[in-house]
């Protein structure tokens, strides 16, 4: 397993295990303690995904270190303001049994994110958060926050897969030293992904699947994947992406599946940012 060194010099593994929708206790327990099994020391919660307990126990029920891992999670717009943002992270690291966070994100561009992130500014010179970064800031909201904060973020979490590459997000992200990471690397099914012909056949030249190519295509682009899966089988199948480097032509062939929108969420749509405004976790 590669890593990537973030802005401020911490370490974070190129590929992770994200649990978005896996909401029963027991399945993502399970899954967790499967992952950390087959390799993965990078584990992607949230807040809002309700499973931060399950998480924790999966972490204490595995017997591995935690300075072996990197657990990262979210704080959901509901609490995002400076002292919602003190609370929830309180929450999560007791949810998760941790002291710290090795990554902590701000789920949504909503609200009082400018407070939120001087808390979690706070948090993290006080050693309690190794990194801190947002998810799903287009290149426009990026770039504002980051001419405004003290800590720039090390990362930016947002959809990127084939179909949705999203160039100009991962420009700015160069410019200005915040990692890519991909939610989203299989496109949730979409377009076939999995048995997609140009994805297949590139695949077939190296013994590998269309899912596998899929990863490798953004990890050589730079970008964290943090594929989803609650099958051993499958978690195996997408960690094992480090024997084999797509040649540039294979490259190319799939920037020509970038469609330039996403068909999963439209940040765009007043209607879905007033769901994700109005949508609440706890009382």
């Known amino acids: ?18 649990v978005f929708q896996i909401r029963d206790e027991e399945t993502c327990k399970k899954a967790v303690i499967d992952a950390i099994a087959s390799g993965y020391t990078l584990i992607d919660t949230a807040a809002s995904y309700g499973n931060e307990k ?16 990197f657990l990262a999670t ?27 966070l090795d990554l902590y994100l701000i789920h949504q561009p909503i609200g009082d994110y400018y407070g939120a992130y001087r808390a979690m500014e706070e948090l993290y010179k006080e050693g309690r958060i190794r990194a801190i970064g947002v998810c799903n800031f287009y290149p426009d909201r990026l770039m504002d926050l980051a001419m405004h904060v003290d800590v720039m973020p090390a990362v930016d979490q947002v959809e990127l897969h084939p179909f949705f590459q999203q160039e100009k997000a991962l420009k700015t992200m160069k410019e200005l030293d915040i990692q890519p990471e991909a939610w989203g690397p299989f496109a949730e099914g979409h377009h076939d992904i999995f048995t997609h012909p140009v994805l297949t056949a590139i695949g077939r030249k190296y013994g590998k699947s269309a899912a596998q190519v899929a990863l490798r295509w953004n990890i050589q682009r730079g970008v964290v994947v943090i ?14 992406v480090w024997d084999f480097s ?14 330039g929108h996403s068909e999963i969420v439209d940040h765009s749509d007043p209607e879905f940012i007033k769901m994700l405004s109005t949508r609440k976790i706890h009382d």
């Open 246 to 259: 797509l040649s540039d032509d294979d490259m190319n062939e799939i920037a020509k599946l970038d469609i």
């Open 74 to 100: 979210k704080l959901w717009t509901q609490d995002a303001s400076y002292d919602g943002t003190m609370k929830a992270f309180q929450t999560s690291i007791d949810n998760l049994g941790t002291e710290y």
């Open 227 to 240: 594929p989803k899966s609650t099958h051993i089988e499958r978690m195996r199948q997408n960690i094992a």
């Open 54 to 69: 399950a998480v924790g126990k999966a972490i204490k029920e595995s017997g591995a270190k935690r300075e072996d891992l």
């Open 1 to 18: 397993m590669e890593t990537v060194k973030l802005n401020n010099g911490i370490s974070m593994p190129m590929e992770g295990f994200g």
